[in-house]
Nanobody
């Protein structure tokens, strides 16, 4: 069993920053990529960012480029999401996900095999 545990969410004012962490533990598995998705109230879950675990290549939702940065620490089995210049519309539950194999699209939920429980991010205006 693989567990993904997110942390770092909370309440922040608009313009502020947060860093989310996602630690993977449990059964060892071959990991191709890890990613972050988010789901705002009343909306579908959407892609935020992903990172190729071996190369470190990062992929972002177009609307978030320049404000969010994904990174990973291989030794700690942890992926991070640095979020800057936060806006009220960034308010959502943020989910971490891990994929054994990305077949075609880092931004598609079906590419991911394991999911965390989510962490709430609330940005006040």
């Amino acid at each position: 069993q693989v567990q993904l545990v997110e942390s770092g969410g909370g309440l922040v004012q608009a313009g502020g920053s947060l860093r989310l962490s996602c630690a993977a533990s449990g059964r060892t598995f071959s990991r191709h990529a890890m990613g972050w998705f988010r789901q705002a109230p009343g909306k579908e879950r959407e892609f935020v960012a992903a990172i190729n675990w071996s190369s470190g290549n990062a992929y972002y939702a177009d609307s978030l480029k320049g404000r969010f940065t994904i990174s990973r620490d291989n030794a700690r089995n942890t992926v991070y999401l640095q979020m800057n210049s936060l806006k009220p519309e960034d308010t959502a539950v943020y989910y971490c996900a891990a994929s054994r194999v990305i077949r075609s699209d880092y931004g598609r939920q079906y590419e991911y095999d394991y999911w965390g429980q989510g962490t709430q991010v609330t940005v006040s205006s």
